[in-house]
Antibody
Framework: QVQLVQSGPEVKKPGSSVKVSCKVSGGTSSSYAISWVRKAPGQGLEWMGVIIPKLGITNYAQNFQGRVTITMDEDTNTAYMDLSSLKSEDTAAYFC?????????WGQGTLVTVSS | DIVLTQTPLSLSVTPGQPASISCKSSQSLLHSDGKTYLYWYLQKTGQSPQLLIHEVSNRFSGVPDRFSGSGSGTDFTLKISRVEAEDVGVYYCMQSIQLRYSFGQGTKLEIK
């Protein structure tokens, strides 16, 4: 069974960047497709982007184009989500999830708070 | 981008009674490979989302059979035959026919 373990909570200033990690274990690395989804207070789930290393594909949601970068360290099976130019509206729980068409396995979530 | 519209946005249901959530897509979710890329998730308070239904009507492992999904093309429905207290949370439909995924707004289910 695939397990995803994310890094701990972060507090950031507006205008700064945050990098959240997601270590993947179980399954085979060649099957890893990792998406990032966030849940802001009072809002619904929002897909941010996906990386499929074996296909060399990275794709981002229009709302985050230019601000988000998703990478994968295949040596350590760790995915990263880097979000720049943070605003207070980026305060949210950020989740990684494993799968292509759908996500059966999720990380525990990382709370990112953006506050001056 | 594909827009998913859920109705209702909130539900208050007596335990043992049925519940139904609609999800309408701005484009057909039927792919040329024959699959329909529509999924249902439940997010309980303080938890990660959990997969309930994949490809319209297939219950994920461990999901109780009181949950069922149906629909085709652009119109889909999630039904709970007899709501239980543990079903409280926010239900989302999601599409992945393109490599730009999207969610519905979410439907909050509470118990009367």
């Amino acid at each position: 069974q695939v397990q995803l373990v994310q890094s701990g909570p972060e507090v950031k200033k507006p205008g700064s960047s945050v990098k959240v990690s997601c270590k993947v274990s179980g399954g085979t690395s060649s099957s890893y497709a990792i998406s990032w989804v966030r849940k802001a207070p009072g809002q619904g789930l929002e897909w941010m982007g996906v990386i499929i290393p074996k296909l060399g594909i990275t794709n981002y949601a229009q709302n985050f184009q230019g601000r988000v970068t998703i990478t994968m360290d295949e040596d350590t099976n760790t995915a990263y989500m880097d979000l720049s130019s943070l605003k207070s509206e980026d305060t949210a729980a950020y989740f990684c999830a494993n799968g292509g068409a759908y996500w059966a396995y999720w990380g525990q979530g990382t709370l990112v708070t953006v506050s001056s | 981008d594909i827009v998913l519209t859920q109705t209702p946005l909130s539900l208050s249901v007596t335990p043992g009674q049925p519940a139904s959530i609609s999800c309408k897509s701005s484009q057909s979710l039927l792919h040329s490979d024959g699959k329909t890329y529509l999924y249902w998730y439940l997010q309980k308070t303080g938890q990660s989302p959990q997969l309930l239904i994949h490809e319209v009507s297939n219950r994920f492992s461990g999901v109780p059979d009181r949950f069922s999904g149906s629909g085709s093309g652009t119109d889909f429905t999630l039904k709970i035959s007899r709501v239980e207290a543990e079903d409280v949370g926010v239900y989302y439909c999601m599409q992945s026919i393109q490599l730009r995924y999207s969610f519905g707004q979410g439907t909050k289910l509470e118990i009367k």
